[in-house]
Structure formats: C-alpha cells, structure tokens
C-alpha cells in the first residue's frame, strides 16, 4: 500500500471517491462542449452542471479533469453520496480531496477531526476555506453528485467558498437537482458557466455516433431522428435503447419503431429489454451483485458462489453494461446508480430474502478483508442490526486499542438504532471507550453507569453472561469511567477513583488493572509527581504483559518516558521509547496508533537533546504526530515537537502555525490547559527567535497573562501559573529588566525546592535564566558559576534543549565556560561536559565546529550503514545500558543470538568491547 493509500486506510477514507470515473475508449467525447465548458469557465471560475440521471455528468466532467490535467493543473475530485450529508463525513472527504494540495495540514486536520467526531464544524470549514483561498497554485476542484447535500452549515461553507474563491481557483459543480446554493450575484453578473440537461441531451447526428462508435450499430437518420425524439436525446435513454437493440434479432430501424414514450415508462421499458435480451447467467449475475456498493470479481465469486466474477466484470466491461471502473487497475467496479437501483428493485421483487443474505454474505467477506465501515454498512442496509451489533462488539476493540479510530466506532454507534446499543455489555463499553478518547466524558460515564447497573440489575437487559464475563464487564467499566475523568484532565478525581479499584480488583483482571495504573501514571504526570508516575508506569506496564496487550505497554511505556525526560533521566527515558518502538511493531495501517505513540516519544527525546535531524526521521513517512487524540499530555508534546523542529530549521512561520491550529482545536474541543501551553509555547519560540515584539503582539492578541485568571480547574492552576512566570521571565530578560526577571526566577526555583518538585527539566530552565539575569545585572561570575552547576549537571544525560532554548542570551555565558579550560589532562566527567559545551555553542552560533561534527557523523553514519536493521536494534540497546539477558527477552531471540549480532557489531564498527560500542552509539547519536 502506498503512502497515501496507508494515509487514508487510517482514517476509513474510500480512494475511489477521490478519483474520477475511467474513460472509456469508446466513450462519446464531448469535445465541443467541453471546449466551451473550458473557455467560459477561464473567465467565471465557476461551472455548474445540472442534468437527470444517466445524462453523463460524470463523463464530461472526467473528461474536463483529463484535459485540465493535461494542461499541468492541480486537480482534485470528489463523488458525494447520501452519507455525506453529515458534516463530519463531508469535511473529512473534502480534507482527502484536498490532501494533495497540502498534505502535511490535511494529514492534521484529519486526525483533529478523528480526536473530535462531534466539534464545532463552522469553525473547521471557516479554517478550510481560509486554507483553499491561500493557496497559490492554479487548481480545479470538481464535486460530483452534488444532490445528495441539504444540510444547511455545509451549504453555508459552498456558499463562502463560491463567494470568496481565489483567480486561482476554478469549482467544478455537477448535481442532478438545481443546486441548493446562492448563485444569484453570480448568474446576474455573468460569472457563472451553466451546463444545463439541453446541452447534454444528443442530437441525431450524436446519437448516429456513438450507436457506431460504442455498440457497432448502424443507424439510419430516420430511426435516429425517432429515437432522438423519444428519448429527447438522453444520454441514459440512448445507452440503454442501443443495448437492447443489441440483444434483439430485429433492425435498427425496426426495433426503434416499436417503442415510444419517454422518462420513467421508457426507462423501464428499455431496462428491462436490456436485461431480457442477456444470458440468464449474466441475468442471475447482475441481480445477485446489485446490491453491492462497489464490488470486485473475488467479492462477487464470496456472494454468488458462481466462481464467475473475473469472467462476468470483463463481459459486463466489455460491453458497456452500465458498469464504471473505480480505479486505474480494473479491480473495482459499481453499476451506475440509474442500473443499479432498478436491479436492486428487479431482486427485491424477485427475492427480498436474497437481498438480505447477499448483505449479510458482503458484510462477512468485508470482514475478512478488514473492510470494516463496508461490512457494517452491508448490516445495516439490511436492517440486520443484531449482526451489526455484534460485529461492533467484536472489531471495535482491535480498531480502537491498536488504530486508535475511535471516529469509526462513534460513526457505527450513531447508524445502528439506539435499541440496540445496549445489546451486549462489551458494544456500551466500547461506545464508551472511544467517547473518552473523544473528549465526551459525560457520554462515557453514563454508558458505563448503564453496564454497572445491568450487571446489579439483570431484569434491565437480556444479557446472558458468565460470571468471568459479569467480572471482567464491571472493572472495564470502573476503569473506563476513571480514563474518561483523566482524559478531561480531572485528575484528582480520576486519582481517588483508581485508588478505590486498585484494593478491590481482582488479580486476574491484568488489562483492567493495567489500565487504572496507567490512568495512575498518567495522573501523576499531570500532577508534577514524576517518580509515583514512573511507580505506577512499571506496574502497568507489568500487568500489560501478563494481559498480552501492546496498546496497554505502550500507555504505560508513554508516562514513564515523559516523567523520566522531566527528571532529566534521558537514558531511562530512551530505553522507555525503545521498548515502545519494539512493542509498537512495524508500521502498518493496523497499528499506526501505537507506531505513532513510540514515535512521538522518540522524538521527545530527540528534542530535548536537541538531535533535531534525528527527531525529523523518527515519523515515519505520511505519519504526522497530529493522528493522536485522546488525553491532552499527547497531543501537547505531539504539537509541540512539531513546531520545535520547525522552528529550529528556520520555519519559525510555520512553527506558529502548527501552534495555532493547535490552539483552535484546544478552544473547539475544551481543552484550556493545551491551549494555553501551545500559546506560551509560541511566545517562546518567537522569543527565541529574537522576535520580541512579535512576542508581545501574541501577548497581546491571546490575553496571555490575564487568561490565566479564568478557565482552569484548581488543580491545574499551579501548572499553569508556573508557566506564565517562566514566560514572564524570559519576556523580562528580552527587555533587559533583568532585576525583575531574577525576583521572578529566585521565588520559582525557592517554591520547586520547597514543595520538593523533582523535575530536573524545569530546574534546568530556570536556572539557566537566573545565569542569564545575573550576568545582566553585571554578576557575571555568579552567573557563569551557576550556569556551569546547570552545564555539568544536564551533560550527563546530554539535556540540551533546557540551555538552548535560552537563544543568544547564554551564548556570552558558555563562551566564557568554555574560555576557562585548561590544557591539563581531562577525566572523562569533565571531557564530557567540555564536549557538552562546545555542542551548545555550535547548537546556538553555528560555525566550524558544525561543520567539523557534521563531517564526523557522516563518516560515523557510513559505518553505520553497515550494519542490519537488527545490528541497529541492538546497537541502541547496549547503548541504554541493557544486558545481553535483557536484550534478549526484549527482542525476543536468544542469549546465544544476541551474542553473535554482537560479534559482528564489533567487527564492523571496529571496537572491542560493549563499553566501546556503547560510546559509538552515543557518537552518532543514535542514544
């Protein structure tokens, strides 16, 4: 699977709606018309088509997309259909649409709409539109079927659109209904091309064409000009006409002649002469597939149990039976919806109970093939909701704990019938699971009261339950109710809530007890409380073992690193992010939650040492750290790495947007401790980036200071506090108030010593600016002294980014570290953080030395190529400090394996012993 293809499989999205309709060879081509269609359009940059069924909008628009493409325009596509009337499917596919155009904000803008089924639509499609009018490039964007939209607020996008579309820009519109938009201003000023039903219909010398081109018929003008008249020149009409003259044993001319009317009486006539006048076996073969939404030869061979499928689809094909390729390979096909509804009505008369069973039969081939929304779309089109129910039950929890898609099951959740989501316990508490993950907790605890209740009460509901399963249904509600709580950041809460299971739950339950000690650690990580996190991290991560459940590891693996990386524990916090990566597995669209957690914690890491090329190869490709959602911890350090590799590689701009949206989607989804992070997290950039007055304008524009007054629960309100001074400090050092700025400092780092903060990161950061503010107020020898306290301290771990991020104003201080040295032998603690120095300053100057390492590490990383990705995986863990047993059971070989990828480690890197190898590790960075 490609790239975008992997892309799209995460978010449930169908290519084939993304691409236009294949043309035929034999297909009628409208070359005049699009011409004019083309012309008319350069200037008014709108093109509407509106035309009955069957009138062949979708040819002419593939062939306008042909032409545009070949004219070197962007082009991008979308066939809408009924379910996307809602504006959570419509804007995920217009996002798809539109992926090409930008994909790295699409990439995002899709996993913020998966984090938030239920947001506040008007502000994504305002931010839509503002993203489609500031693109540069020339582009068309067609949208086929245009019927299918009523809902207001997305009429209300298409109208902003139209109104405030750039030259750049040219809408492609095709619907069968009179477009529900407002074109009035558009049609009086003559800015608007209009291809009306006339202009589709076929005249006689058209419809003398394509019976020769397409079905090898001859016809005589006279027929023609009859069956020009009976049809009116409807493309459909004369498609299917030329197919039942096909299949008859009279002449052109003759058969014509036994026919008259039009519109539905025709079109009836005219199928079912069509269909009379094929096999049976093609007969049996077109009702038997009609019911499908698209289908494939294997998948019509599952249904009919004919074998039959490849030979029939190249028949149908062939002979241009109403079937419309879906892709460039041939493999997927649909009916056109005018012969598909009259089939599906033709086998519903025949055979209603057919109808059903050949869903049902989809809906099990779906999925096997883990084509999960179309195997439970079959179900419910069949009203087999109790199928449909159960299949939610049993594939929502491999979709949700490994996919992290809590967006589908939400969708599932909201077609099946409300009287049946209570048919099992495991469907609520699944439904219940992902309104957590989505920022519902309200929703989530009161499904989960609803279990507990069946479970106490079981006249409530029909649930036959053994007593393992009654056990294992109320700890997963319990747990799930406190991972709700925590997702909103109500810790303390959720804190009292996990306390209160963990006495009472029994050992067996390990995924459930798992679940509450990650809920435990993840608290705890709120809270500031850095060894209990970790604690509570090892245990879940212990029980996640014996429960067998990855998705449980890597939580647990997830609060653990960041707490490490705040005790300035770098190697800890990289042995942590290594197991993640080994648990996580290889990426794929069935695990890309966990791939992109483990790649999120690597990339911390990378940051925080300021490896900035290292943390970019950590996302795997078309993997953005914005698929992820859920509690804010996540999405915070995922939005703000991305930003902080931005802004280190001179995309300061960009850094600020990635923020930005960041922040939107924290006011739309009611998540204030994000967004006043990511602002603060802007401010300092921009302070970084010498920006000051920049700084102050976002000050300013985001009530920086005042903000913090409202919004934030108790309990968060220290945090938050603390970061607002940090700000206000470094604001303070930008001004050179250094005074106030060290007032500032001294009573922050006094409160972290006396509550006892364990937090080496932030004790990193503030006494770096207390330096900083020293050396301004003329005590430079105080301030280089306590900044070498800093230096030496945070070397051992090679914690960069807490000294760096101070920017230009510690690069005085270090060059005066580094002036002192003397030339007298080192011991290998002081060549450390000698070496420490030198990088900062090349880190913040640049100069020589880059240079010098840069040509070090290619030299490193060309020995490096050597060895296997295995060779690699071992290399980083002998790094980290792991044994050979330890290695052995995390990589799952053998001692005796392990020791000879060993061996030739040590050959090809050219060392001796692991202490050598370890510190080869380090050199290029790969630790």
């Known amino acids: 699977m490609n790239t975008v293809g992997l892309t799209f499989s995460q978010f449930q999205i169908l290519e084939t709606k993304l691409k236009p309709p294949r043309i035929r060879a034999e297909a009628l081509i409208r ?70 155009l930008d994909p790295k904000s699409a990439l995002r803008e899709l996993a913020f709409l998966k984090s938030n089924p239920s947001r506040d639509y008007g502000a994504l499609f305002d931010s839509l539109l503002a993203r489609i009018i500031a693109i540069k490039s020339e582009f068309v964007l067609f949208i086929d079927d245009f019927q299918h939209i009523s809902n207001p607020e997305i009429i209300r996008f298409w109208n902003k659109l139209i109104t405030h579309a750039p030259s750049t820009m040219c809408i492609v519109l095709a619907g069968r209904n009179r477009l529900p938009l407002d074109l009035s201003r558009r049609q009086i000023s003559g800015m608007i091309t209009e291809v009306k039903q006339n202009e589709l219909n076929l005249n ?146 025949v055979n209603p109970a057919k109808y059903n069973e050949i869903c049902i039969n989809a809906a099990k081939w779906c999925e096997n093939e883990n084509m999960l929304t179309e195997s439970v779309q079959y179900c419910l089109t069949a009203q087999n909701f109790e199928k449909a129910a159960d299949l939610i039950t049993a594939r929502a929890p491999d979709l949700v704990l490994l996919q992290g898609d809590h967006y589908t099951v939400l969708d599932w959740m909201r077609r099946l019938p409300v009287e049946y989501h209570a048919n099992s316990p495991q469907l609520l508490l699944n439904h219940a699971w992902s309104c ?145 990566s080994y648990k996580a597995g290889p990426a794929d669209e069935n695990n890309m939650y966990l791939c992109t957690m483990a790649d999120v914690l690597n990339t911390e890491i990378n940051v925080q040492k300021c490896n900035f090329n290292l943390a970019g190869r950590n996302s795997y490709s078309g993997r953005p750290f914005m698929s992820l959602y859920g509690p804010v911890e996540l999405l915070l350090v995922a939005i703000r790495n991305e930003a902080r590799q931005l802004a280190w590689s001179g995309k300061l701009d960009q850094a600020r947007q990635v923020l930005r949206q ?55 309100y220290p945090a938050m506090d603390e970061l607002s001074k940090i700000v206000r400090a470094r604001l303070l050092i930008a001004d050179n108030q250094a005074e106030l700025a060290f007032k500032t400092i001294v009573k922050l780092i006094n409160l972290t010593q006396m509550k006892r903060r364990d937090s080496a990161r932030l004790q990193y950061t503030l006494k770096t600016l207390k330096a900083v503010a020293l050396w301004q107020l003329g005590k430079k020898k105080e301030g280089v002294r306590e900044l070498d306290k800093v230096v030496k301290l945070a070397s051992q771990e090679d914690h960069a980014y807490p000294i760096v991020i101070s920017g230009r104003f510690v690069v005085p201080l270090l060059e005066d570290i580094r002036s002192k040295r003397s030339n007298v032998a080192q011991s290998d603690e002081l060549k450390v953080k000698h070496d420490f120095v030198d990088r900062l300053l090349m880190l913040l100057t640049g100069g020589e030395l880059e240079a010098a390492n840069n040509n070090k590490s290619l030299a490193q990383d060309e020995r490096c190529q050597e060895l296997t990705g295995r060779e690699i995986d071992i290399l980083k863990l002998i790094g980290a400090g792991m044994a050979n047993n330890e290695i052995a059971k995390e990589l799952v070989l053998s001692t005796a394996t392990v020791k000879w990828h060993l061996h030739n480690i040590y050959q090809k890197v050219e060392v001796r012993s692991r202490t050598a190898a370890a510190a080869y590790a380090r050199n290029i960075n790969l630790i």
């Open 31 to 100: 070359d005049q018309l699009a011409q004019r269609a083309v012309c008319d359009t350069t200037g008014t940059g709108l093109l509407t088509i509106v035309a009955s069924a069957g009138s062949g909008k979708s040819t002419l628009m593939a062939e306008l997309y042909s032409n545009a493409e070949k004219s070197n325009k962007l082009c991008c596509w979308l066939s809408l259909d009924e379910d996307d009337n809602e504006c959570s499917l419509f804007s995920k596919y217009l996002i798809a649409c539109i992926y090409s």
């Open 204 to 349: 006689t010398d058209e419809i003398i064409n394509y019976l020769k081109i397409a079905h090898n018929l001859e016809c005589p003008p006279g027929a023609a000009e009859t069956l020009h008249t009976s049809t009116e020149g409807w493309f459909a009409g004369v498609q299917l006409a030329a197919l039942a003259i096909s299949n008859s044993n009279e002449s052109v001319a003759g058969f014509i002649s036994g026919f008259t009317g039009k519109d539905k009486a025709l079109t009836e006539y005219l199928l079912k002469t069509v269909l009379r006048g094929l096999s049976s076996e093609v007969r049996e073969f077109l009702l038997l597939s009609s019911p499908l939404i698209r289908f494939s030869a294997k998948l019509c061979d599952h249904i009919s149990q004919l074998g039959n499928g490849h030979e029939m689809l190249d028949y149908l094909d062939r002979n241009n039976i109403f079937i419309i390729c879906e892709d460039r390979e041939g493999v997927w096909f649909r009916y056109h919806h005018l012969f598909a509804d009259f089939l599906r009505s033709e086998l519903r008369k």
């Open 436 to 580: 957590a993950f989505s920022r519902d907790p309200d929703q989530a605890v009161d499904l989960c009261q609803k279990v507990l209740a069946g479970l106490e009460d079981s006249s409530l509901f029909l649930w036959s339950l053994s007593e393992e399963d009654k056990t294992e249904c109320y700890w997963r509600a319990k747990a799930t109710v406190a991972i709700a709580i925590v997702c909103a950041d109500g810790l303390e809460k959720s804190i009292a809530l996990c306390e209160s299971a963990l006495v009472a739950v029994p050992e067996m339950e390990s995924f459930n007890i798992s679940s509450i000690h990650n809920c435990l650690a993840y608290a705890s990580l709120g809270q500031r409380n850095y060894a209990q996190s970790v604690l509570h991290a090892a245990e879940g991560y212990k029980f996640s073992i014996k429960a067998g459940s990855n998705y449980a590891s890597l939580w647990a693996v997830f609060s653990a690193t960041l707490a490490n990386v705040e005790m300035g524990k770098l190697r800890a916090a990289f042995e942590n992010a290594t197991t993640a």
């Open 662 to 716: 960041g922040q939107d989607t924290a006011l739309s989804t009611n998540q204030p401790r994000l967004h006043y992070s990511l602002i603060a997290e802007e401010i300092e950039l921009q302070i970084w980036d010498n920006q000051i007055e920049a700084a102050k304008e976002t000050i300013i524009r985001t009530n920086f200071f005042r903000d913090l007054e409202v919004g934030f629960p108790e309990e968060l």
